[in-house]
């Protein structure tokens, strides 16, 4: 596969497993039985929603929100053993009422390509709307590749500079959030969830390392990158090559402690 845009639903399928490998199973422990009606924020083709009903006692309703129809049209079919509603809005508007009847609030890979003023929104009617949320795999800006080129750090840098290009949030969307849930009284905690790419991940290593130099290429003209794809790719195609890409998972709840 060549250059895919992020939001692609060839991309989504393509990481939905490693997705699926490297979710936090701590936070729906937390969860309870607060998982009947459950908003899924920027919900793509609904993958989140594929992992996580079966995992949450029934019946559950899932409420999707996306601005994407084409997006949507998948995900309100795609929820297993769950009734669907799709909602067609722009979460930098989100609004408590917008929530209100849900008894969760889940999102993944949504955060880090927010600005700061839509996390706030989005915080601020989460919040207000009382119930607990987990944002899952927010990037969290390290990358740890096997074996190592003297080349991986200025990429890396390069990369995070363009997550925060026009005031994205890229790999400070977790603090972000996670002050504004601790300026409204909501304890939040952290959980790991990288996502570990080896020789049978070959197609979304290539994809990522093809999306993850071409940004930095973009934001750095310059970088004497060309070469660099050029060798990871080889090394990938061998199944030489390894990768840990960092995310994170935010857990807020209003009758949680603050780890
Ligand atoms: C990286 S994708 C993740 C999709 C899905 N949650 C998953 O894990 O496969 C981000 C999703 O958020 C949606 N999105 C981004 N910004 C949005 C906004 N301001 N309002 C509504 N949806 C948004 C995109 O359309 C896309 O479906």
Redesign the pocket.
Known sequence: MTDVP??APEW?AL??DA?ARARSREPVGLIGDRGRVVA?L????G??GRWLSPRLPSPQHWVL????PR?LSVAERSVPGATTEARR????ALRSADLSGCTLVV????LD??TRP?VDTLVGAVADAGCPALFS?TVAGRVELSPADPLDGAVARAFDAHQRRGGLMGPDAVGAARASFAERGVATRTFPSPWRLGGEDGALLAAWLRGWVGAALEQDPDLPADAYLERRLEECSRGALFAIVHHTDLWADPAGDDR
């Open positions: 992020p939001f989504l990481r939905e997705d899924d920027g919900c793509g083709t993958s989140l929100f996306d601005r994407d997006l809005h722009d979460l930098a999102a993944s890979a949504l390509v927010l839509a795999l």
